[in-house]
């Protein structure tokens, strides 16, 4: 600036800070003194600025600073003289001065002021100086008498003023080692310096990191002294693979005349999957990169019947549930009714869009999109890796998953399901992977881990890789690159975050819902049957071609309704969908099964709880159970088919003892029937005697000898020829037990045993629990099961009495359902009610349906909520007009129970809700 005068130079030193300070354009203004002021009639202040185009704008104000003198009402003459100085030898020196006069200068008075402003503008000039205007003012100047009488006169008057000219700022961007390649979902930092190049008042700037018009990162405001430097670092990490232009730009905070042109750098950049060429083939892959959904890839599944979980959502095609927008997959779900059909299939993994003819019509309170591949995608084996953000708040269910695209092995979960990532959106840190596997429901079992955040985000914030690795035998969990779970076909291993470690588990079988067995924690299977089992077909059912499926569920019964908290709409978002294979292949493991059918195999009648336990009836064998013959050294015994106390042949043992043996049926490993003595149940079995008995005969059971308990049964057997029923109550075989005898590790289940010579005849031998039916509504409400109703806004439930079906009035319950809302008993304390389950008992009721179902119909049984299990009859009640009982084993709720649902603690022993408009009568409501 030396070529400027000292003594501006010094005074622009000080208003330099200033400008700093406030960040205003670099201009200067001068003004009259306080003296001058006061005798002048007239003022002008001047501003001039260089714009980005080289142009030189000269800014000005006129203003009347004395009352008497008003706007001046002609153009005014405005002389502008430029002053360029330069140094030479210490001392300053004019180089270059120039003056200009314009004529009749526009003026546009300020309204409600004594002000008018203008302004000159100067082109292709770089200029850096001081600029002096001087105006020629024509006014009038009006004075009031005495008596009240206007005088006015033209008056001319000069003003003059000066500014400097500064030159609009610039900042110049480097970057220290530009990248010019990245890894793929890796951060990339770059440090990027700024100097400001021009300008005297230093400028302010943020640095922007883009890819097209993707914003990677930016800097905060960062201030520049004059000719000052600043360093900031970017990070970026990027989830498309290939070259790139990468663009770094400085932008202007502050100042509407930042120079922005040429302050940017364009970096080619190559970003590189690390899993390719590392033994990784990408072989499918959606990056979302068009205007629409790539139907080619993926179908929308069009329904409204709730998913099997009582959810509320209608999954839609519609372009408000489901749009692709900026290289992004958006599934939104929508609060506000839907309706459409049911589209309530049997199999509820083989959703079809095609509509049964006279399909009813259902209404859901929510919409949503679920998508899927199946048929279009198919996979068996590979990294599964989906980029998403997801939705939050109480009732939203976001899944990414994976079904069997045939069943091979069954239905539902025989063929198996693989859940990448669920999340409930009341717990927004906290995601879950999960198999799903075993027998048809509700046969069925799952297993898997969560993963919980731990620095205070929730996977609504920001976008999360979530990735399965699926080999033959083995599936692995990641997210963001962490691998927190594996499952094989033979074991399990979790994320343990204490000591940051995958670790084998050992657990029971019996600590996952609906697996029912004691053992080792073993890994997963295909068949209504155990690990242990021959046929429980490894690694089935997971080496068969999967499809994806990505949605949005509202309400269910694992998240719950949406509350007055859910903010509609929400959304899942997805970045990509990828599928890589290994390059050198994969080979199926052996199976490892016996043959024969994976869904019938053997029951294992450990934790047995569906009924009598037949050990040998009706001339069968018991499933699980072989028959055995004992004899000691000198003692014999024979062992032939008779016919049964009907008569029936080959449906009896005829047994002859002589010394002493035994006839038994034993288990192949111990088995734990507890529940049939906590049940307060007998071994019953029916006897003829053939000859009479010489001396005791002794019935028992046993845990592996010596480990027994006898009975002694020898008067309780009928006459000669006589048939006769004879009940042992469990009880006393737990009271004569000796040698650590426990029911929860049983070998046999029946030994009939004898020292002398007797003959008899057996049939009929089996476990049972009598019970009274539980009456909960017959007639009338049971006091003990007081009745109630419950409806989520806007649902509405309306209940009158009615006639059953023998037309006995004030039997039944007419009920009308209107959207979310249910009819139920409950007791004020929880019951133990599991002899009803040993039992083999069902839950039974008489119902005739007024009006079909708009949405599905669940029966469900509470242990205190959200402690519960729930049953879809939806199409058992289907028919209109028609008495019919709806009858359900208990052990179907077992197995379907959540929430460490159990028997011995119900306090609701039926719950019949509906999701949609339903209207029936309802009588005879029990268990038996």
């Known amino acids: 600036m030396n070529h400027i005068p000292r003594f501006l130079r010094n005074f622009f030193s000080v208003l330099s800070i200033f400008s700093l300070v406030i960040f205003s354009p670099a201009i200067l203004t001068a003004s009259d003194d306080e003296t001058e002021a006061s005798t002048k009639p007239y003022s002008l202040s001047v501003q001039a600025l260089q714009n980005v185009e080289g142009v030189t704008e000269v800014q000005f104000t006129v203003n009347a600073d004395r009352d008497e003198f008003s706007v001046p009402t002609l153009a005014p003459q405005i002389q502008i003289k430029y002053f360029e100085w330069e140094t030479k030898k210490k001392k300053e020196k004019l180089k270059r001065q120039w003056t200009e006069t314009f004529e009749n200068v526009t003026l546009t008075p300020v309204p409600n002021t004594r002000t008018a402003t203008g302004s000159l503008e100067f082109t292709n000039m770089e200029i850096e100086g001081v600029i002096e205007a001087k105006a020629k003012i024509e006014g009038i100047k009006t004075r009031t008498k005495n008596n009240g009488e206007v005088k006015t006169k033209t008056v001319v008057k000069t003003a003059k003023n000066g500014a400097v000219v500064w030159p609009r700022p610039d900042v110049e961007l480097s970057i220290e080692n530009p990248p010019t390649q990245a890894v793929l979902g890796s951060p990339v930092t770059l440090n990027v310096r700024l100097k400001e ?352 499926l990505l949605n949005v569920a509202v309400g269910g019964a694992w998240p719950g309704p949406p509350d007055e908290t859910t903010v509609f709409p929400q959304e899942m978002v997805v970045d990509y969908v990828r599928v890589y294979q290994r390059s050198e292949g994969y080979v199926d493991l052996a199976d490892n099964s016996a043959g024969g ?171 049972e629990v009598d019970v009274e039916p539980l009456t909960i509504f017959v007639d009338q409400v049971n006091a003990q099961w007081p009745f109630y109703t419950w409806e989520l806004e806007p649902g509405f439930i309306a209940v009158s009495d009615a006639a059953n079906a023998e037309g006995v009035p004030g039997t039944a319950l007419q009920v009308s359902y209107s959207g979310l809302s249910q009819i139920y008993f409950q007791s004020a304390e929880g019951q133990d009610l599991s002899a009803y389950l040993t039992a083999g008992a069902s839950l039974k009721f008489d119902i005739q349906v007024v009006s079909a179902s708009q949405g599905s119909v669940t029966a469900r049984i509470d242990c205190g909520w959200p402690c519960r299990s729930e049953v879809d009859i939806t199409s058992q009640v289907s028919t209109v007009g028609e008495w019919q009982e709806v009858s359900i084993p208990l052990h179907q709720f077992e197995s379907a129970g959540i929430e460490g649902f159990t028997f011995t603690n119900v306090n609701t022993p039926l719950v019949l809700l509906s999701s949609g408009s339903f209207e029936a009568v309802v009588a005879n409501v029990r268990w038996e």
């Open 197 to 548: 190049t021009k300008g005297y008042l230093g400028t302010s700037a943020s640095v922007v990191l883009k890819l097209g018009s993707q914003v990677l990162d930016s800097s905060e405001e960062i201030t520049l002294l004059p000719n000052g430097e600043a360093v900031v670092s970017l990070s970026a990490t990027v989830y498309d693979a290939g070259f790139q232009q990468w663009v770094v730009e400085a932008t202007d905070l502050g100042s509407e005349d930042f120079d922005e042109n040429n302050n940017s750098i364009v970096m080619q950049v190559e970003v590189v999957d690390p899993l390719l060429g590392q033994g990784w083939n990408m072989i499918w892959q959606d990056e979302f990169a068009g205007n629409s959904i790539d139907l080619t890839k993926w179908e929308h599944e069009i329904t409204g019947w709730g998913g099997g979980n009582a959810e509320l959502e209608y999954y839609t095609d519609r372009s408000e549930n489901s749009f692709v927008q900026e290289g992004k997959l958006h599934l939104v779900a929508i609060e506000g009714d839907f309706s459409g059909p049911l589209n309530s299939p049997i199999d509820p993994t083989n959703i079809s869009n095609e509509l049964d003819p006279g399909e009813s019509v259902v209404t859901q309170p929510y919409s949503s999109a679920r998508l899927r591949t199946k048929g279009k995608a198919d996979f068996k084996y590979g990294r599964m890796e989906v980029r998403a953000k997801l939705p939050t708040g109480q009732g939203l269910w976001p899944a990414i998953w994976m079904l069997p695209t045939d069943n091979i092995y069954g239905n539902w979960a025989a063929s198996g399901e693989i859940d990448i990532m669920e999340m409930v959106g009341h717990e927004p840190d906290i995601v879950h992977g999960t198999l799903h596997f075993g027998g048809e429901w509700p046969n069925n079992t799952s297993r898997g881990n969560e993963y919980h955040l731990t620095d205070g985000t929730t996977f609504n914030d920001d976008f999360h890789t979530f990735a399965v690795e699926w080999e033959p035998g083995e599936i692995r969990w990641y997210i963001d690159g962490l691998h927190f779970q594996t499952q094989t076909h033979e074991l399990i291993y979790l994320w343990n975050p204490v000591t940051q470690q995958l670790e084998q588990v050992e657990q029971d079988y019996a600590s996952f819902s609906g697996s029912g067995v004691v053992g080792p924690y073993r890994g997963w299977f295909s068949g209504n049957c155990e690990p242990e089992e021959a046929t429980a077909f490894y690694p089935a059912p997971f080496d068969q071609d999967f499809h994806f």
């Open 597 to 767: 059918d994976p869904t019938s195999c053997s029951p294992d009648n450990s934790g047995n709880t569906g009924g009598p336990l037949n050990v040998y009836v009706d001339g069968a064998v018991g499933d699980g159970w072989t028959l055995g013959v004992w004899e000691a050294v000198g003692g014999n015994m024979s062992v032939t088919d008779a016919e049964d106390s009907a008569g029936n042949t080959a449906k009896a043992k005829q047994v002859s003892y002589s010394g002493s043996a035994a006839l038994f049926f034993f288990a192949e490993s111990p088995q734990d029937l507890s529940p049939y003595l906590n049940a307060g149940g007998s071994l019953k079995f029916d006897v003829k005697t053939v000859s009479t008995a010489q001396g005791p005969v002794t019935l028992r059971i046993d845990c592996g000898w010596p480990c027994r308990s006898d009975i002694d049964i020898t008067n309780d057997l009928p006459a000669v020829g006589e048939w006769k029923e004879i009940s042992v109550p469990l009880q006393a075989f737990q009271d004569a037990g000796i040698e650590g005898f426990t029911f929860t590790e049983l070998m046999t289940a029946f030994v009939l045993a004898a020292d002398h010579p007797v003959e008899l005849v057996v049939a009929n031998i089996r476990w």
